[in-house]
């Protein structure tokens, strides 16, 4: 039995698909297929039911996979507990981010954290905030950049900036002859939203209320992208005459299409807005890595009000 099984079996558990669990674990399918195998049959049990559609484990399965992550845990905090005293500044930063910051807010900080800390190699991803949250507890990364509240036992986090949302429309749509949005104006239009597993599209419906209204009852009136999609699809099918969306304001851009093709409008008080922060565990013990980043970001990012601190 070997870190690296008990790492596979905890992905597959997670994922319930021998791809999407390989390619987490930057492995091909049949090497961590042989892998879990091999396990069980070290273990003399089955810790996945198996079928044509989805990988599921088994009662016993759950418990072992529980232990797994456990024992994961327990690795990652012996891990950092050995680069105490080291230079804090000379090991990698794994750095994970949500699909819907993690492109507008990377070209920001990075220069700008590589400019400070020249020493310190960067490994950033992006992710769903399920994902990243194990792959945080796993110790497969450092620090992660998400929507908060985040709470998650053992997990400190600390608030970075506030962004609120612009409505993204059309230049002929007649929404552009508003000065502000009120929510209930985007009812009687076709809204585009992410699909289910992005935090941001339940933001904007808990922002929305009609809109989730008409979610829940897969009304006509509104229109969601399919799961996986990502803000710029969103941009580019409003380019397209799809509909209307909702964006962060970090990627609520319109300079990429030629002028008078789409436009952006702000919400009326009380704007709708997320409060974007950092989540590291507990035991991480590189604090000058974390306050290295914190400053990287509320200096290299212009485009939201840094919360003052």
């Known amino acids: 039995m070997t870190l690296t099984e008990l790492r596979y079996i905890v992905t597959l558990a ?5 791809g999407r669990a390989a390619e987490r674990c930057f492995v091909s399918q049949p090497t961590l297929s ?6 069980e049959e070290e273990l003399d049990v089955a810790l996945f039911e198996r079928t044509k559609t989805r990988v599921h484990p088994t009662p016993l399965g759950e418990k072992i996979v529980a232990q797994a992550q456990i024992a994961l845990e327990q690795t990652a905090a012996i891990k950092d507990l050995a680069t105490e005293g080291k230079d804090q500044l000379a090991s990698p930063l794994k750095i994970g981010a ?8 990377f070209p920001h900080f990075i220069p700008q954290l590589q400019s400070q800390a020249r020493q310190m190699p960067l490994v950033v991803e992006e992710g ?3 994902t990243l949250r194990h792959r945080l507890r796993n110790g497969e990364l450092d620090v992660i950049i998400v929507a908060l509240p985040f709470t998650e036992a053992d997990v400190v986090t600390q608030a970075l900036y506030e962004e609120p949302f612009e409505v993204l429309i059309p230049t002929d749509h007649p929404l ?5 949005i009120q929510p209930a104006d985007l009812d009687q239009y076709n809204v585009l939203l992410l699909g289910e597993g992005h935090c941001f599209r339940d933001q904007i419906l808990e922002a929305c ?7 829940d009852n897969n009304s006509s009136g509104l229109h969601a992208a399919t799961e996986g999609s990502s803000l710029e699809t969103m941009r580019h099918m409003v380019a397209s005459g799809l509909g209307i969306t909702v964006l962060p304001q970090s990627a609520a851009g319109t300079s990429q299409y030629a002028p008078g093709v789409l436009t952006t409008r702000p919400f009326a008080e009380p704007v709708p807005k997320r409060t974007v922060g950092l989540a590291w565990r507990a035991s991480f013990p590189r604090h000058q890595a974390i306050d290295a980043l914190r400053s990287a970001i509320c200096d290299g990012h212009g485009i939201c009000t840094i919360i003052q601190r």
């Open 14 to 18: 997670q994922e319930e698909h021998f």
């Open 34 to 39: 042989i892998a879990v195998k091999k396990l």
């Open 98 to 105: 949500i699909f819907t910051i993690g492109p507008y807010l």
């Open 128 to 130: 769903y905030t399920a």
């Open 176 to 180: 552009a002859e508003q000065a502000e």
């Open 209 to 215: 209320p009609n809109l989730q209204h008409k979610a």
